[in-house]
């Protein structure tokens, strides 16, 4: 599987943004698909994910109610749908697709994950 994230940008606190991974090669359905994030000077951490069912979808605490996933399997895309935008949300955004992963507990790990995407950069400006 080949990853691309896209849909990166500046915007400004409160506004909105939406990534999408698009995703070729062997089955897209096999897959759980990830996002995680890196800000300057800081540890990549996870995100969000969507895994293989319908409605399995995880989010971090410190994104939750503010973020919302979508998975598109007929486009080979998942979707992180941002909205009310901090400062803090500022990073790059990876996408990453997991074979293995079935759980919230999973899905956080990057260990987990068998391909990743280049990232694409979020900027939120105060």
């Known amino acids: 599987v080949q990853l691309q994230a896209s849909g990166g940008g500046l915007v400004q606190a409160g506004g909105s943004l939406r990534l999408s991974c698009a995703a070729s090669?062997?089955?897209?359905?096999?897959?759980?698909v990830g996002w995680f994030r890196q800000a300057p000077g800081k540890e990549r951490e996870f995100v969000a994910a969507y895994g293989r069912s319908v409605g399995a979808e995880y989010y971090a605490a410190s994104v939750k109610g503010r973020f919302t996933i979508s998975r598109d399997n007929a486009a080979r895309t998942v979707h992180v749908r941002m909205k009310n935008l901090k400062p803090e949300d500022t990073a790059v955004y990876y996408c990453?697709?997991?074979?293995?992963?079935?759980?919230?507990?999973?899905?956080?790990?990057?260990?987990?994950?068998?391909?990743w995407g280049q990232g694409t950069l979020v900027t939120v400006s105060s």
């Open positions: 090669g062997r089955s897209f359905r096999d897959y759980g």
């Open positions: 990453a697709a997991s074979i293995k992963a079935a759980s919230f507990s999973d899905y956080v790990r990057e260990s987990l994950y068998d391909h």
